[in-house]
């Protein structure tokens, strides 16, 4: 494990990134759940979600400027939209909305800037007919818990050497019923070097304290995530931003204390990055230029 974490301690500073289909609306990657939007009508946004081309070079250029060193992309968020192209469902971007495998475009975006790349990956989903009602009933679980893995077969298989596998919220299911052993098997096989998180129940290989800086004890690796202003997802009229100053504060300390920083950026539904995450980054590279890394 040491071997396997030593450039990601060594990098502590990288770049999320949240964006899917809630990006269309700009309320936030909940809103399908806060704004109790029927699943037929959610659909309907993969029609109005058209990325300009190349969007994920952009976020690669400014993560580099910013003096970042992976970026890790929404893969599925909660709302089971799949960015890639999928064989196990046909809600993905590939045969709804862009016609592009945008997982692709991103871990190829990323290797152009020679930024190592990062999977994050919801557990939890509310598409899937069986993503709720699998913690009910045994057959549901038994199909959800294969489609599930068969996702993550797919997303450390497809796209050649994978850094980082960023699990999110395991809800409604135990450890034991996502069978997350047997999920952590299967992804060192295919993976061998990557590094893996906490969230699907499992300890992995670092933790991860959210929107505040709290070092583990005893060594472990820990990386603290954050929002540059109150939301994950896209939000219009979300102003209230974090500056330059603070960032490089939240790094300092990461680093000081041990541990990484992961400084989020919604893009909007075209990819566009709101000017005001540009400049915070840019001003954060800039600042590090000078100063040296943290
Ligand atoms: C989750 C998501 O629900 C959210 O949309 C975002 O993707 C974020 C990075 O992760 O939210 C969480 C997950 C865990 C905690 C808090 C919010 N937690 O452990 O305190």
């Known amino acids: ?51 300009k081309p190349n969007a994920a070079r952009e976020w690669a250029r400014l993560a580099k400027a910013a003096g970042q060193k992976y970026m890790v992309m929404t893969t599925k968020h909660h709302e089971g939209f799949c960015m890639w192209d999928t064989k196990q469902t046909d809600y993905c971007a590939m045969k709804q909305g862009p016609g592009r495998d945008l997982v ?25 007919p069986d993503g709720m009602r699998c913690a009910t009933d045994e057959a549901a679980r038994k199909r959800f818990v294969d489609y599930t893995h068969g996702l993550i077969r797919e997303l450390m298989t497809n796209y050649g050497k994978i850094d980082i596998l960023w699990y999110d919220v395991d809800l409604p299911l135990t450890p034991e019923q996502w069978e997350s052993e047997r999920m952590n098997r299967m992804v060192f096989e295919l993976q061998p070097e990557i590094v893996v998180n906490n969230r ?89 230029e000078v100063n040296g890394r943290a």
């Open 1 to 51: 494990r040491a071997q396997r974490l030593a450039w990601w301690r060594d990098a502590k500073f990288g770049m999320f990134i949240h964006w899917g289909l809630y990006s269309v609306i700009g309320h936030q990657e909940w809103v399908l759940e806060s704004e109790g939007i029927p699943i037929p009508q959610y659909e309907i946004l993969a029609k109005h979600f058209k990325p």
């Open 104 to 128: 692709r475009e991103f871990v190829e975006a990323a290797r152009a800037e020679g930024l190592r790349v990062g999977f994050y990956y919801s557990l939890m989903d509310w598409h899937h």
């Open 200 to 288: 699907n129940g499992l300890e992995g290989d670092f933790s991860t304290p959210e929107q505040k800086i709290e070092a583990s004890g005893s060594g472990r690796a820990w990386e603290s995530c954050m929002t540059l202003n109150q939301g994950w997802g896209f939000q219009l009229h979300d102003d209230e931003w974090k500056s330059p100053r603070a960032i490089i504060d939240n790094l300092a300390t990461c680093a000081q204390q041990g541990g990484n920083y992961l400084v989020n950026i919604g893009p909007e539904a075209d990819g566009t990055v709101p000017a005001a995450s540009v400049r915070i980054l840019e001003t954060v590279g800039r600042w590090l």
